[in-house]
């Protein structure tokens, strides 16, 4: 049977806590259907990598694979540190494996920042620079892109916002063991410790699904609820705001299954009071229009770049 070639077909991986996504990606955008599996523990992840191969490369010729992964991931693709929760998936170097084994060009690349590419590249900052993309779950990433580049940094650190500090007090642990990380306040877990603070008496039966259904309804019962909500934009600006500063982006995409809890107008209006006041009326927030599917298409875009 002959193979079906379309312009630099790429395999898109993304490997996530508990499933790997993967997909064939052609001049951006997906070509097949997403399929997906469980994700195994440590290099096991590389035999359902290899399954996936085998299936696509049985119909279609692959020019490449981009892979995007939980976790630090050095120049060389090897996962360095915090790899979320994969054990055993450290140390592995998912790059030189891979490409011996296909013989393709190979590009493994943080989550957050493949996902922070593809919204530079196709997504709702289309060419900003720089552009800060800010994920909100269950916990706070991110990644910056400067002059059409990912900023990886010197120790591939690069992009991860989730810990810098919002106070100096040790309040609040982060899951990285240290304390007062932006996570640490406008993750899930920041919410549910904003619950815990509102509802001391019944915090345990309150979700945070439930607390922003609760703010929604605008009246005596729900202010309470509006106040942890306002919070909660308040710590995403101080954190837009520290890193405004720094990079002071074009624009800003807010990803993650949080990010559709927020507020774009107020978070915009807030970051503007937190600011030098020359920049108060320079904030553009958007919300990521990718989804899911952003860490697996900005791998496959870097990996098209790489050919
Ligand atoms: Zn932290």
């Given at each position: 049977?002959?193979?079906?070639?379309?312009?630099?077909?790429?395999?898109?991986?993304?490997i996530?806590?508990?499933?790997i996504?993967c997909?064939?990606?052609?001049?951006?955008?997906?070509?097949?259907?997403?399929?997906?599996a469980r994700t195994p523990?440590?290099?096991k992840i590389l035999s359902v990598v290899s399954k996936f191969?085998?299936?696509?490369?049985?119909?279609?010729?692959?020019?490449?694979?981009?892979?995007?992964?939980?976790?630090?991931?050095?120049?060389?693709?090897?996962?360095?540190?915090?790899?979320?929760?994969?054990?055993?998936?450290?140390?592995?170097?998912?790059?030189?494996?891979?490409?011996?084994?296909?013989?393709?060009?190979?590009?493994?690349?943080?989550?957050?920042?493949?996902?922070?590419?593809?919204?530079?590249?196709?997504?709702?900052?289309?060419?900003?620079?720089?552009?800060?993309?800010?994920?909100?779950?269950?916990?706070?990433?991110?990644?910056?892109?400067?002059?059409?580049?990912?900023?990886?940094?010197?120790?591939?650190?690069?992009?991860?916002?989730?810990?810098?500090?919002?106070?100096?007090?040790?309040?609040?642990?982060?899951?990285?063991?240290?304390?007062?990380?932006?996570?640490?306040?406008?993750?899930?877990?920041?919410?549910?410790?904003?619950?815990?603070?509102?509802?001391?008496?019944?915090?345990?039966?309150?979700?945070?699904?439930?607390?922003?259904?609760?703010?929604?309804?605008?009246?005596?019962?729900?202010?309470?609820?509006?106040?942890?909500?306002?919070?909660?934009?308040?710590?995403?600006?101080?954190?837009?705001?520290?890193?405004?500063?720094?990079?002071?982006?074009?624009?800003?995409?807010?990803?993650?299954?949080?990010?559709?809890?927020?507020?774009?107008?107020?978070?915009?209006?807030?970051?503007?009071?937190?600011?030098?006041?020359?920049?108060?009326?320079?904030?553009?927030?958007?919300?990521?229009?990718?989804?899911?599917?952003?860490?697996?298409?900005?791998?496959?875009?870097?990996?098209?770049?790489?050919?």
């Open positions: 049977m002959k193979k079906q070639q379309l312009k630099k077909t790429i395999m898109g991986i993304d996530g806590g508990t499933k996504a997909a064939l990606v052609s001049s951006g955008k997906l070509a097949s259907p997403v399929y997906t523990r440590g290099e191969y085998e299936q696509f490369s049985r119909k279609y010729l692959i020019s490449g694979v981009g892979i995007s992964t939980a976790g630090m991931v050095s120049d060389h693709g090897r996962i360095v540190g915090s790899t979320g929760n994969i054990p055993g998936w450290q140390g592995t170097k998912v790059k030189e494996i891979l490409q011996k084994k296909y013989r393709l060009p190979v590009v493994v690349e943080n989550d957050a920042n493949a996902a922070a590419y593809a919204e530079y590249q196709i997504g709702s900052a289309r060419g900003a620079n720089p552009l800060l993309m800010i994920t909100l779950g269950t916990g706070v990433g991110g990644g910056v892109v400067v002059n059409g580049r990912l900023v990886r940094g010197a120790h591939f650190a690069g992009g991860e916002i989730g810990h810098i500090k919002l106070s100096y007090t040790k309040q609040r642990r982060c899951t990285c063991g240290r304390y007062d990380c932006l996570e640490a306040y406008a993750s899930g877990n920041g919410l549910l410790a904003l619950i815990k603070h509102y509802f001391p008496d019944k915090y345990k039966k309150i979700s945070t699904r439930d607390l922003f259904r609760l703010a929604r309804l605008k009246n005596k019962s729900s202010i309470f609820a509006i106040r942890a909500v306002e919070d909660w934009h308040f710590y995403i600006a101080l954190g837009i705001c520290n890193l405004f500063q720094v990079f002071d982006p074009e624009k800003i995409v807010l990803s993650g299954g949080l990010s559709e809890e927020v507020n774009i107008n107020y978070l915009v209006k807030e970051t503007g009071k937190l600011l030098l006041p020359a920049l108060s009326k320079s904030v553009r927030i958007e919300k990521s229009r990718l989804g899911n599917n952003a860490g697996l298409l900005g791998a496959a875009l870097l990996a098209s770049q790489s050919l």
